[in-house]
């Protein structure tokens, strides 16, 4: 897989945040957010909003009706600043909302499991 520029990421995902229409970004913690990478190829994505609890509004509601309709989301993983990675389409799996002790709020994590799809960015 060859790495993106920024410009070419932004062409395709079209927003600043990490939760687009039809794209995630995903990172290793250099936004704030702790993605968790499994084994298996899975991710589990923190939700957004970085204070408070998060809410079931903007790209969490995207991503919560992403599960019940079985949308696809193609994931860009950021390998250093201003450097990405296309990781192809991935789909909600699950979900769950619990709370993250060290900051005292109620958080999303959704569960990204790889799949096929056709579409190149």
Request: glycine letters at 14%; a positive charge; charged letters at 25%.
């Amino acid at each position: 897989m060859s790495s993106l520029s920024w410009s070419e990421v932004f062409a395709y995902h079209r927003t600043r945040k990490g939760i687009g229409k039809r794209s995630l970004l995903v990172d290793r913690g250099e936004s704030g957010y702790r993605n968790v990478f499994l084994p298996d190829g899975r991710i589990l994505y923190q939700g957004e909003g970085k204070r408070g609890n998060q809410e079931p509004i903007g790209g969490n509601l995207r991503l919560l009706l992403a599960q019940q309709e079985g949308t696809p989301f193609r994931a860009f993983l950021r390998e250093r600043p201003g450097l990405w990675r296309d990781l192809g389409c991935y789909r909600v799996e699950g979900h769950r909302y619990a709370l993250l002790p060290e900051e005292g709020r109620w958080v999303y994590w959704f569960t990204l499991a790889p799949c096929g799809c056709a579409e190149a960015p």
